[in-house]
């Protein structure tokens, strides 16, 4: 009996304090039933005032070691890797290099030819002359050769990267390209397509001049794709050039199974990026199924994807060179619209939203003297002007 008048007093004791800063006993214990208990946190069981007492690391090693032991261990708490794997499901997972194998000079025979040359040079009476006397002179092209069969394809490796031509055109895979290509649009340098950097479609309105270096006998495969211009498709590609069965590095002599196209980025759609893929073929192969009918003004028929292509062909081709440049729109792009693709010319704008402004503060603290300008409705007043 007195325990039922002692829980009637607290229970009504709850009531008449309004019950919203305190919970009867019933509530409590549901609360703390539904509520997730929380799994260890890192270094919970370190003793913080006793740190003299913990085990020393006695080497770099052991302490990497143990601390990727510790990064590996599956946490309680949802961590960003697992929101990033929920939402792509790909990411993370190991590229498969599709590209030609790479050169097996070891490292230390590299470091050993790099070693004589710094010997023999050191030596050399005349380089150390012409040092001394500021009459040393580079050769530049050597230089660049140098480089290309170096570090140049992990470079343009990186840059492709950089720029997601990878990630558009071969989804999980990649390749170095170890093959140079080399495009120009123009006569001089002002038209070479490099790795990413600017031309106008005006200056890509034709066929470029291409050569690379390739060994008799052997066949080849170009191709120049756009995947940021499609009208219809986010994921696919426009084709502006495909030619098969290049004999050695001469271009014009290839089957030309689809004719060039200039470059057409829509108005209002920024920076879009036209890419150079060479493949090397095994032998002769059939493109029947992959020709297009001359003239192909067609957008429909010009839609292409990269890694279909080659999965098509895996077996008969190998990616080996790379070479990309990108465009915005100028007036060429509609005399390409209404001329050759025979259409409207879509545009896009961005709508603006308009300029927040908080809401004006009577004494405004730590505000430039020019605060009140951004409240004002910006129109010429006409009191006083007669």
């Not at 919203?20 to 260890?40: D, I, S, W």
């Not at 380089?127 to 170096?150: C, G, M, P, Y």
């Not at 279909?308 to 465009?327: D, M, S, V, W």
Request: with cysteine; hydrophobic share 30%; net charge neutral.
């Amino acid at each position: 009996m007195a325990l039922r008048v002692v829980c009637g007093c607290v229970c009504r004791a709850g009531k008449e304090l309004g019950g919203t800063n305190v919970r009867t006993f019933g509530q409590t214990a549901f609360l703390c039933r539904r509520a997730v208990p929380l799994g260890p946190m890192p270094n919970e069981d370190v003793d913080v005032e006793n740190l003299a007492s913990l085990e020393k690391y006695r080497s770099y090693t052991r302490y990497l070691r143990q601390a990727e032991e510790e990064r590996n261990k599956p946490a309680w708490w949802n961590t960003y890797r697992k929101y990033v794997a929920a939402e792509d499901p790909d990411h993370g997972i190991e590229r498969v290099d599709i590209g030609l194998p790479r050169d097996s000079t070891s490292r230390g025979k590299q470091v050993k030819e790099r070693t004589q040359v710094l010997k023999e040079n050191k030596q050399n009476e005349e380089l150390e002359r012409a040092a001394r006397l500021r009459t040393f002179k580079i050769n530049l092209d050597r230089v660049q050769e140098i480089w290309e069969k170096s570090n140049g394809p992990f470079q343009i490796k990186r840059l492709a990267d950089h720029y997601g031509v990878f990630r558009d055109l071969f989804p999980v895979a990649y390749f170095l390209p170890q093959v140079t290509i080399r495009v120009n649009y123009s006569q001089d340098n002002s038209g070479q397509v490099h790795y990413g950097n600017r031309l106008t479609p005006t200056e890509a309105s034709s066929a470029p001049d291409i050569t690379f270096e390739a060994e008799e006998g052997s066949l080849w495969t170009l191709l120049l794709t756009c995947p940021d211009e499609h009208l219809l498709d986010s994921e696919g590609e426009y084709l502006h050039w495909l030619v098969g069965n290049i004999p050695g590095g001469a271009v014009q002599s290839g089957e030309e199974l689809c004719h060039y196209l200039p470059p057409f980025p829509t108005k209002g759609t920024g920076f879009h990026r036209y890419i150079y893929v060479l493949f090397k073929q095994e032998g002769p192969i059939d493109f029947q199924e992959d020709v297009r009918q001359f003239p192909c003004h067609s957008l429909a028929d010009r839609t292409f994807k990269t890694v279909e292509f080659y999965r098509k062909h895996q077996n008969n081709i190998t990616p080996a060179g790379l070479a990309f440049f990108q465009c915005q729109w100028d007036e060429s792009v509609t005399n390409t619209f209404h001329n050759i693709l025979k259409m409207k010319e879509p545009v896009f704008e961005f709508i603006r939203p308009p300029v927040y402004h908080p809401p004006q503060v009577k004494y405004p603290h730590r505000q430039p003297l020019r605060y009140l300008d951004r409240y004002r409705d910006g129109k010429e007043h006409t009191y006083g002007i007669y």
